[in-house]
């Protein structure tokens, strides 16, 4: 089936969000004087749970179940995920988010080449936007023909209902379009949709198996600064480009 599109993976694909993600969320635990703060042990181990409520409530139950003396109930989580969201985006509208590696030069090569790119967040629509902003530019947000959100992911929240919106925003099958992710929950859930993947590590994912990727890099590369190849055949090209996308869409190609 011929390559229509590219869904990107917002955190951790487009940019390194995590520790800027625990930095809002210490901040809004500080602020609301709950006594809690993640390190990155904690924080890692909570990067299954993709989503900001339910992460919250699995921690709170956790902090329950040991019998930490103040633990928020439901409206205060609501609170303080709101209020994380906002610490968030002010960080990154400051510029402390960066680009990965090849990120912006696959988006411009890919458009230029015809194909319809696709954005996929598991933070608020406000978070995602601010993101994409701030490291694209603020005309950034037209490329995309489907931005889908946590407000998008349905209930339960899982990073299958993303990419499945984005398909049915676009109206392709999965066969039609490579997913770029950076954590196992995100290659399976594209994986699953019939949605072929690279995967592209991050500091907390760079243990993750990722046994659905066609492909498994350390970055998109630039042609200055190849991607390391960690799994996969990357069909003789050292930086992701739209050619690379269309060998790892083709029939026939396998998981890494």
Not at 6 to 29: K, Q, S, Y
């Amino acid at each position: 089936m011929e390559l229509q599109a590219v869904i990107f993976d917002v955190d951790g694909t487009v940019a390194e969000t995590a520790d800027l993600h625990r930095a809002a969320f210490n901040r809004a635990f500080a602020e609301h004087g709950i006594g809690w703060h993640w390190d990155r042990e904690i924080f890692s181990n909570l990067m299954p749970v993709e989503f900001t409520l339910p992460k919250l409530r699995l921690f709170a139950l956790a902090a329950q179940r040991t019998g930490h003396a103040h633990v928020p109930d439901f409206e205060l989580l609501a609170k303080i995920a709101t209020r994380k969201a906002r610490i968030f985006s002010d960080m990154v509208r400051e510029g402390a988010a960066r680009l990965r590696p090849g990120v912006a030069r696959l988006m411009a090569e890919s458009r230029h080449q015809g194909l319809i790119l696709a954005a996929v967040s598991t933070s608020t629509r406000a978070e995602t936007e601010a993101l994409l902003s701030a490291t694209l530019g603020f005309s950034a947000l037209g490329w995309f023909a489907s931005l889908k959100t946590s407000e998008n992911a349905g209930l339960p929240a899982d990073m299958g209902g993303l990419y499945r919106a984005a398909l049915a925003d676009l109206g392709i099958k999965g066969s039609r379009a490579v997913a770029i992710d950076d954590s196992e929950t995100g290659v399976q859930a594209a994986a699953d949709c019939g949605i072929a993947v690279i995967a592209t590590p991050g500091i907390y994912t760079s243990s993750h198996r990722f046994s659905m990727a066609r492909l498994v890099i350390s970055d998109l590369g630039q042609p200055a600064e190849p991607f390391t190849v960690l799994r996969g055949d990357s069909l003789g090209q050292s930086c992701a480009s739209p050619g690379l996308l269309r060998g790892i869409n083709a029939p026939g190609a396998a998981a890494a």
